[in-house]
């Protein structure tokens, strides 16, 4: 069975940083492309980010310069560094495999 378990949400002031975390299992975790991606209140899902398994990673616009994609093979484990966050970067947070199936997210909350 497939699990994505994502965690490091939190409340943040605008500016600060948060490094979300997914420990994934159930599945050949060191093939796959991983994606990072978020839902704003009310709207549809946005993908912000993916790491493919020979490394390579592509970055959303609006995200660019301020968040960081890794992973860690080893602990079947991928994270998001997230900094100078904005109060638009709010959103439930999901990490998802290539294969289309994610976690339950969590919450990041950018508010002074």
């Known amino acids: 069975e497939v699990q994505l378990v994502e965690s490091g949400g939190g409340l943040v002031q605008p500016g600060g940083s948060l490094r979300l975390t997914c420990k994934a299992s159930?599945?050949?975790?060191?093939?796959?492309?991983m994606n990072w991606l978020r839902q704003a209140p009310e709207k549809g899902l946005e993908w912000i980010s993916g790491?493919?398994?020979?490394?390579?990673?592509t970055y959303a616009d609006p995200v660019k310069g301020r968040f960081t994609i890794s992973r860690d093979n080893a602990k079947n484990t991928v994270y998001l560094q997230m900094n100078n966050l904005k109060p638009e970067d709010t959103a439930v947070y999901y990490c998802?495999?290539?294969?289309?199936?994610r976690g339950q997210g969590t919450q990041v909350t950018v508010s002074s």
């Open positions: 790491i493919k398994s020979d490394y390579g990673i």
């Open positions: 159930g599945f050949t975790f060191s093939s796959y492309r």
């Open positions: 998802a495999n290539s294969d289309g199936e």
